[in-house]
Structures are given as C-alpha cells and as structure tokens.
C-alpha cells in the first residue's frame, strides 16, 4: 500500500474550514483515498473516501489532485466536536485483503473557541 | 447506519488471567471482522483479520497463541488475551465490513475495550 505523509498537527478556530493535506506520492491508479477520524478515548470514524473525482458528503469534502499524489479533507464550519486526530488513508480493493486498514499517525486537528 | 458494539468497554485483571473481548454487528452481517490495539499516543496497529468459520490471519509479529480469535457467526468475534501480562495493557478496537457490501471498502468501527492489566 502506498504510504501517506500528514502533518503531526493543525490548529483551525470555530466556525472556520479546516483544511487537512496528506501526500501519497506513490499512490497506484486503483487506489482509493480514505479518511477516518479519531476523537480521543473511542473507535475510528468514517468521514469519506475517493479514488479521483472530489467527493462531497455530509461530515466533509475530498479533494483529489489531478495526479493524485496528494489530496485536502476540509472540514468547511469546523466545531469543537472536530478535534481528533485525522487519518489518511489509501487502500487498494482487492479481494483477499478486503478491508484491511493500516493507519498512519495522522493529524491532530485542535479546534478551538 | 452500521453499527459495531464492543463489550467490555473497560476491563482490569490481574496478571496471569485471561480475558475476553466481544465484538458484534448489531444490524448487519460481518464475514469479516478486524481486531486492532493501540497504545497511548500511538496509532492504531492491525493485529488480526478474523473470518466467520475459518480460522483468523495475523499480523507479522503478533502471537496466535497469545491473541485468540474466534468468529462463529457472521454477527459475532471475539478476541481472548491469554495470560494476560501489564504489556498487553491497551486499547483494542473491533471493525467490520458488511457481507453485503461491495466496493466502498467502508469499515465500521466499535467504540474500543480497554485493557488494564495489574
């Protein structure tokens, strides 16, 4: 799997877009980019995933460079609620190995009043 | 949504004991269950893939023996810490991916059990 690089921390103020990068630089075309989140003390949660279109859902956005090394997870009205550690992930699908994730360190994102 | 329960969500033993760790599928099929520990201020580590009527696979450096992993229903794994030692003391968390679906690769993941070990 391709490794992924994320920044150890990022601060972002109430109400403002948190933007999360993460290079994976040796990314395969039938990769997919994953992010998960971690609040302290629980289990990781899914926020989104892509493989190269940007992608959108409720929780976030996806954007995916056109030459996919790298992608942002933006979190456009970050809350208090927000502050967790941030995991990029990239994964290919393949049967056998369906499903299995290694995390990273991930960012600390510290949102703050 | 999916939802994965993990019980319990904290335990403290004394060394020597075993301990157990449910981790169950409330409202969806899971063939396939993941079982990951983690340190403090550390990532999560893949420990084991556990497979409903098979036998689990582990990840290098972990010991089957030590780590037992049983998945007799396609709602149902459960993780047992032999033996367990102040070392084994951590964070473990359940993930599991729905039979049914396909592509997404989306795992959901229970809220952890910790372990304390005296």
């Known amino acids: 799997d391709a490794k992924t690089t994320q920044p150890p921390s990022m601060d972002c103020a109430e109400g403002r877009a948190a933007n999360l990068p993460c290079n994976h630089s040796?990314?395969?075309?039938?990769?997919?980019v994953y992010w998960y989140r971690q609040i302290h003390s629980q289990g990781p949660q899914y926020i989104i995933h892509?493989?190269?279109n940007n992608e959108t859902n409720e929780m976030a956005s996806l954007i995916i460079t056109e030459d996919r090394k790298s992608s942002t997870l933006i979190l456009p009205h970050a809350t208090l609620r927000d502050t967790a550690v941030y995991y990029c992930i990239v994964r290919v699908l393949r049967g056998s190995t369906l499903g299995r994730l290694y995390f990273g360190r991930g960012t600390q994102l510290t949102v703050w009043p | 949504g999916a939802v994965v329960s993990q019980h319990p969500s904290w335990v403290i033993c004394k060394s020597g004991t075993s301990v157990k760790i449910e981790c169950r599928s409330l409202d969806f099929q899971a063939t396939t269950m993941f079982w990951y520990r983690q340190f403090p201020k550390q990532s999560l580590m893949l420990m084991a893939t556990s497979n409903e009527g098979s036998k689990a696979t582990y990840e290098q450096g972990v010991e089957k023996d030590k780590f037992l992993i049983n998945h007799a229903s396609l709602t149902l794994s459960t993780l047992t810490v032999t033996s367990a030692h102040p070392e084994d003391s951590s964070f473990y968390i359940c993930?599991?991916?729905?039979?049914?679906?396909?592509?997404?690769?989306?795992?959901?993941f229970g809220a952890g059990s910790r372990l304390t070990v005296l």
């Open positions: 040796t990314i395969s075309g039938n990769e997919y």
């Open positions: 892509g493989l190269k």
């Open positions: 993930s599991a991916r729905e039979s049914a679906a396909s592509g997404a690769n989306v795992l959901t």
